[in-house]
Nanobody, 115 residues
Protein backbone atom coordinates (compact mmCIF):
# COMPACT_ATOMS: atom_id res chain seq x y z
CA UNK A 1 0.00 0.00 0.00
CA UNK A 2 1.35 3.39 -1.03
CA UNK A 3 1.86 5.77 1.89
CA UNK A 4 3.05 9.36 1.82
CA UNK A 5 3.61 11.09 5.15
CA UNK A 6 4.41 14.78 5.09
CA UNK A 7 5.92 16.70 8.01
CA UNK A 8 7.77 19.88 8.87
CA UNK A 9 5.08 22.50 8.40
CA UNK A 10 4.26 25.23 10.86
CA UNK A 11 3.75 28.92 11.47
CA UNK A 12 6.62 31.10 10.31
CA UNK A 13 7.22 34.79 9.76
CA UNK A 14 7.68 36.22 6.27
CA UNK A 15 11.25 35.95 5.08
CA UNK A 16 11.98 32.88 7.18
CA UNK A 17 12.59 29.29 6.10
CA UNK A 18 11.05 25.86 6.56
CA UNK A 19 12.04 22.39 5.44
CA UNK A 20 9.33 19.90 4.62
CA UNK A 21 9.84 16.15 4.50
CA UNK A 22 7.82 13.37 2.93
CA UNK A 23 8.42 9.75 3.88
CA UNK A 24 7.24 7.35 1.17
CA UNK A 25 6.54 3.64 1.34
CA UNK A 26 4.75 0.92 -0.60
CA UNK A 27 6.63 1.38 -3.86
CA UNK A 28 10.19 1.40 -5.17
CA UNK A 29 10.92 5.02 -4.28
CA UNK A 30 14.17 5.30 -6.24
CA UNK A 31 12.41 4.43 -9.51
CA UNK A 32 9.99 7.36 -9.57
CA UNK A 33 9.91 11.09 -9.92
CA UNK A 34 8.26 12.83 -6.98
CA UNK A 35 6.33 16.06 -6.70
CA UNK A 36 5.32 18.64 -4.13
CA UNK A 37 1.91 20.27 -4.51
CA UNK A 38 0.16 22.86 -2.40
CA UNK A 39 -3.41 24.01 -1.95
CA UNK A 40 -4.54 27.22 -0.35
CA UNK A 41 -8.11 27.70 0.90
CA UNK A 42 -10.45 28.42 -1.99
CA UNK A 43 -7.78 27.75 -4.59
CA UNK A 44 -6.91 24.84 -6.86
CA UNK A 45 -4.07 22.50 -6.06
CA UNK A 46 -0.83 23.86 -7.51
CA UNK A 47 2.32 22.00 -8.59
CA UNK A 48 5.24 23.44 -6.63
CA UNK A 49 8.22 21.29 -7.62
CA UNK A 50 9.23 18.03 -9.29
CA UNK A 51 12.36 15.93 -8.91
CA UNK A 52 13.47 13.05 -11.12
CA UNK A 53 14.14 9.60 -9.79
CA UNK A 54 17.87 10.17 -9.32
CA UNK A 55 17.60 13.77 -8.23
CA UNK A 56 19.45 15.12 -11.24
CA UNK A 57 16.36 16.77 -12.73
CA UNK A 58 14.28 19.38 -10.92
CA UNK A 59 11.52 21.74 -12.02
CA UNK A 60 9.74 24.49 -10.14
CA UNK A 61 6.60 26.51 -10.42
CA UNK A 62 7.14 30.13 -11.36
CA UNK A 63 5.89 31.36 -7.99
CA UNK A 64 8.61 29.51 -6.04
CA UNK A 65 11.50 29.47 -8.47
CA UNK A 66 14.69 30.73 -6.81
CA UNK A 67 13.25 30.36 -3.29
CA UNK A 68 12.38 26.67 -2.95
CA UNK A 69 14.62 23.64 -3.48
CA UNK A 70 13.40 20.07 -3.88
CA UNK A 71 15.73 17.20 -3.04
CA UNK A 72 15.56 13.52 -2.20
CA UNK A 73 17.36 10.80 -0.32
CA UNK A 74 16.66 7.49 -1.99
CA UNK A 75 18.33 5.58 0.84
CA UNK A 76 15.73 7.01 3.22
CA UNK A 77 12.76 6.97 0.80
CA UNK A 78 12.28 10.65 1.56
CA UNK A 79 11.73 13.76 -0.51
CA UNK A 80 12.33 17.24 0.89
CA UNK A 81 11.25 20.78 0.12
CA UNK A 82 13.50 23.54 1.42
CA UNK A 83 11.51 26.76 1.45
CA UNK A 84 13.39 30.03 1.85
CA UNK A 85 12.28 33.65 1.87
CA UNK A 86 8.72 32.59 2.62
CA UNK A 87 5.87 34.91 1.72
CA UNK A 88 2.30 35.09 3.03
CA UNK A 89 1.10 33.79 -0.34
CA UNK A 90 3.01 30.56 0.33
CA UNK A 91 0.46 29.75 3.02
CA UNK A 92 -1.14 26.43 2.05
CA UNK A 93 -1.38 22.75 2.79
CA UNK A 94 1.61 21.04 1.20
CA UNK A 95 1.49 17.51 -0.21
CA UNK A 96 3.99 15.18 -1.79
CA UNK A 97 2.75 13.06 -4.67
CA UNK A 98 3.75 10.33 -7.06
CA UNK A 99 1.89 10.62 -10.37
CA UNK A 100 2.34 6.91 -11.01
CA UNK A 101 -0.09 6.27 -8.13
CA UNK A 102 -2.69 8.97 -8.72
CA UNK A 103 -5.14 7.84 -6.05
CA UNK A 104 -2.72 8.27 -3.18
CA UNK A 105 -2.31 11.55 -1.34
CA UNK A 106 -0.88 12.03 2.11
CA UNK A 107 -2.52 14.04 4.86
CA UNK A 108 -0.42 17.06 3.99
CA UNK A 109 1.45 19.48 6.23
CA UNK A 110 0.18 23.01 6.88
CA UNK A 111 2.46 25.95 6.21
CA UNK A 112 1.31 29.35 7.46
CA UNK A 113 3.38 32.43 6.73
CA UNK A 114 2.29 35.35 8.84
CA UNK A 115 3.72 38.09 11.00
Amino acid sequence: QVQLVESGGGLVQPGKSLRLSCAASGFKFSAYAMNWYRQAPGKERELVATIGSTGSMTNYGDSVKGRFTISRDNAKNTVYLQMNTLKPEDTAMYYCYNRAFPSYWGQGTQVTVSS
